[in-house]
């Protein structure tokens, strides 16, 4: 009887750790795998990069060139608005109240001419 008691105690006292040495064992195999590491969006060639610098540079001088002449049309428009402009002031006779047409025009001009100070920076 003592031998039987002292199984069944021994049982019990390995039972809780044989059932946890599985999971352990188990869990240790199938770790979780980290999720794969974002690719970059361009990575050039580096062969690509020095084989055509002359190619290069002339695209560069007629984005440069398409940019100067986009520049200079916006100018000339933005003489040409205020020339009307100032022309349309000079037959206003009241200070008191513009039309909504001068009030377009500048808002027309401002827009002008916060697209010709943008397109002076990026040049």
């Known amino acids: 009887m003592r031998q039987t008691r002292r199984n069944f105690f021994l049982s019990a006292a390995l039972l809780p750790g ?8 188990f869990a240790g195999q199938n770790a979780p ?3 794969p590491k974002p690719q970059p969006g ?3 060639n580096p ?10 540079a002339a695209a ?4 440069l060139l398409e ?10 428009r ?6 009307d402009l ?8 009241t200070a008191d109240v513009f039309s909504l047409r001068i009030v377009k025009e500048t808002g027309e001009i401002e827009k002008l001419a916060k697209s010709l100070k943008s397109k002076a920076r990026s040049a």
Do not use: C, M, W
């Open 47 to 56: 062969a690509e990069i020095d084989s055509h610098p002359a190619g290069a």
């Open 60 to 63: 560069k001088r007629a984005r």
């Open 67 to 76: 940019n100067e002449k986009e520049f200079r049309q916006g100018v000339e």
């Open 86 to 93: 100032r022309n349309e002031l000079e037959k206003t006779p």
């Open 18 to 25: 044989s059932l946890a040495l599985p999971r352990g064992i």
């Open 33 to 35: 795998t980290p999720p």
């Open 78 to 83: 933005l003489y040409q608005l205020t020339s």
């Open 42 to 44: 361009y990575t050039p």
